[in-house]
């Protein structure tokens, strides 16, 4: 017997919405302009799908960055209404308006339409050692580590790099060189994690003129953050440990490696072989 | 100097702003003496008028002769023109990010801030010295 579930209200047009996007080529514009489009909307029917309905039915000429259209690759980061959400996760019936306008995150070139070039955000994450660094021998086994010590950074290890973060915050719109929030929460995710021994080596960027202290703690990060992160907490958990370094000193205990495991310690000759050969290539 | 050590500084000196510029409130407001000072002439238990009080040029300076009093104005200046300065250092700093810039911020920064203090500090000793 077949059990036939009738979802209500689902492929029904409910209402037509205007998406007023801000459109720039920079093969053809010298200045961004708007541009309106008329999406019959559906329950169910995100901004995300909005944009695409206008891209296949429309204006084939709309480019938009998305990739995974469930929250979790942070590609589809664009300012929806004034704010910045996932375009994926954001319902346009939830919005609860006839008009809507999209425009690319702030704070970053362009690239085209809704677009931008996230290369700050990279770059500023990189700059922070966003990995466990060591600085004793190759691992033999995992390094242990206990519940409430993982406690300590678990809210900062969901970022995902959408960016939304840097587009909303205004120490960022005016200091180009400022490392932002999102570089800032996951140096204080990896200095808080009890396996790391790299404070030193992050110390340099974190504790200059355009590093943690250029907060001034809007707390905009927080608000928009799609995944709950709240690197408003992170920088000032940040001062704090850069604070207590500069009159106390700082020291991270490494964390006890685990028993020796041959799987460790073949995967780890498998990897090295592998950077010899790419060394060589 | 490592920005966080800056920071504190300049965090201590905010505080510190508020009680040597309480201090100074207060020398200037009650301490001074004047001929015509009355705080209050009370009519009746619900209706009191402030009257007199007025600074006078020469019986402010009066308060500067006093050592402590000098030594309290010396330090809200110290305080004073490191948080100021500092702020603007990092307000420029922020506005004109480039490398270049964030040396030059600091140095002119810097130098204002001296020439402001060591102006103060021969205006508190001038009127130390009477």
């Known amino acids: 017997m077949t059990v036939q579930v009738i979802l209500k209200g689902f492929g029904e047009v409910i209402k037509e919405v205007t998406f007023r996007i801000r459109r720039y080529d920079p093969e053809k514009d010298t200045v961004p302009k708007y541009m309106e489009y008329k999406v019959p909307v559906k329950k169910g029917m995100t901004v995300l799908d909005g944009i695409l309905y206008i891209k296949e039915h429309i204006d084939p000429s709309l480019s938009a960055r998305y990739s995974c259209r469930m929250g979790i690759c942070g590609s589809c980061a664009m300012i929806i209404n004034g704010r910045e959400r996932l375009a994926c996760q954001t319902q346009i019936l939830e919005l609860n308006k006839d008009l809507i306008k999209v425009d690319p995150l702030g704070n970053y070139n362009l690239i085209k339409d809704l677009v931008p070039d996230l290369s700050k955000l990279f770059n500023n994450h990189k700059s922070v050692k966003p990995y466990i660094i060591r600085n004793d021998n190759p691992p033999t086994a995992e390094y242990l580590q206990k519940p409430e010590e993982r406690e300590k950074y678990a809210m900062f290890t969901e970022c995902i790099l959408c960016g939304a973060c840097l587009s909303a915050c205004p120490t960022m719109a005016a200091d180009d060189l400022y490392l932002g929030p999102q570089a800032l929460a996951q140096a204080y995710r990896y200095i808080a994690d009890s396996r790391d021994m790299g404070f030193e080596e992050r110390l340099n960027v974190l504790d200059s003129k355009h590093g943690v202290w250029r907060c001034h703690f809007a707390g905009a990060c927080s608000e928009v953050c799609p995944k709950g992160v709240d690197p408003a907490l992170a920088i000032q958990l940040l001062r704090g440990v850069l604070m207590k370094n500069s009159f106390l000193g700082y020291k991270q205990v490494p964390a006890p490696v685990g028993k020796e495991r041959p799987t460790v310690v073949e995967g780890l000759k498998v990897l090295e072989e592998k950077i010899k050969e790419s060394e060589k290539k | ?130």
């Open chain 2, 1 to 130: 100097m490592r920005e966080s050590k800056i920071m504190f500084l300049q965090y201590l000196t905010g505080l510190l702003i508020l009680i040597f510029g309480g201090l100074h409130f207060l020398a200037l407001s009650f301490l001074t003496p004047s001929p015509d000072k009355q705080l209050y002439v009370y009519q009746s238990a619900t209706n009191h008028t402030l009257v007199g009080g007025a600074l006078y040029y020469n019986y402010v300076l009066e308060i500067y002769k006093n050592l402590a009093w000098a030594a309290v104005f010396e330090l809200f200046l110290t305080v004073v023109t490191f948080h100021a300065f500092n702020g603007f250092r990092i307000i420029l700093s922020e506005q004109f990010s480039s490398p270049s810039a964030g040396k030059v911020i600091s140095y002119s920064m810097l130098i204002i801030g001296l020439i402001v203090f060591i102006w103060g500090t021969r205006t508190i000793l001038l009127a130390f010295l009477g």
